[in-house]
């Protein structure tokens, strides 16, 4: 074989890889389904959004596109005792309130996702994922600039969409268990004071008279 159709041969040989390649790169997009739109629309919204503690009503109604119905019912609920904490707080004390990103498992939040392993089966499904946040406060290759972690998304099917249902954390935490914790914590340490009733006359005591003049 000459060495003109050596090179002849490799370029063909590359060509045909590189054709390959990408209809296996074009393929793996074409797959991408409902449930990872379901999972990439709920991560573009909170990494999109600089939220602490619990949305604000601006974020809170675009979760309602992404949310099950059971976690905007607890978000709801979260909200109305962090109102009754912040009123039952004594004026020198600070009241409980949720903080931090609670929407990932991370309290300064995620700068980017990547999606792995999805498991569906019937009106339930889930998704690996793991999350990026970037400190940029710190130089290039410092240990605390980054930090990577994994989670797990679950989503179930609701009304003719997928939903996300919950979000499993690192550390066997999770977005439902967060907000039933801090419900039950409120119930038991946000207790406003009992409105005092008047009390009524003794009974058998008549009231004064008036006096005629």
């Known amino acids: 074989m000459s060495r003109g159709q050596g090179g002849a041969r490799r370029l063909l040989l590359d060509l045909t890889l590189g054709l390959a390649l990408g209809l296996l790169l074009s393929g793996a997009r074409a797959e991408t389904g409902p449930v990872e739109t379901a999972a990439r629309n709920y991560y573009q919204l909170i990494l999109g959004s600089a939220s602490f503690g619990l949305p604000e009503p601006a974020l809170r109604k675009k979760l309602e596109g992404v949310l099950s119905r059971d976690l905007l019912t607890l978000l709801d609920q979260a909200a109305r005792m962090e109102q009754q904490c912040i009123r039952a707080a004594a004026k020198d004390e600070k009241p409980s309130v949720l903080e931090g990103n609670i929407f990932v498992g991370n309290y300064e939040g995620a700068s980017e996702v990547a999606y792995g392993q999805k498991r569906e089966m019937g009106h339930e499904a889930s998704m690996e994922v793991d999350l990026v946040y970037l400190d940029t406060r710190y130089p290039r290759a410092h240990p605390y600039r980054t930090l990577v972690w994994h989670?797990?998304?679950?989503?179930?099917?609701?009304?003719?969409?997928?939903?996300v249902v919950d979000v499993d954390f690192a550390?066997?935490?999770?977005?439902?268990?967060?907000?039933?914790?801090?419900l039950e914590e409120g119930r038991r340490d946000c207790a406003l004071p009992a409105t005092p009733v008047p009390a009524a006359p003794a009974a058998g005591k008549a009231a004064p008279a008036a006096r005629n003049r």
């Open 151 to 163: 989670e797990r998304l679950r989503l179930g099917r609701q009304e003719g969409q997928w939903r």
């Open 171 to 182: 550390d066997q935490n999770s977005l439902r268990k967060t907000l039933l914790s801090y």
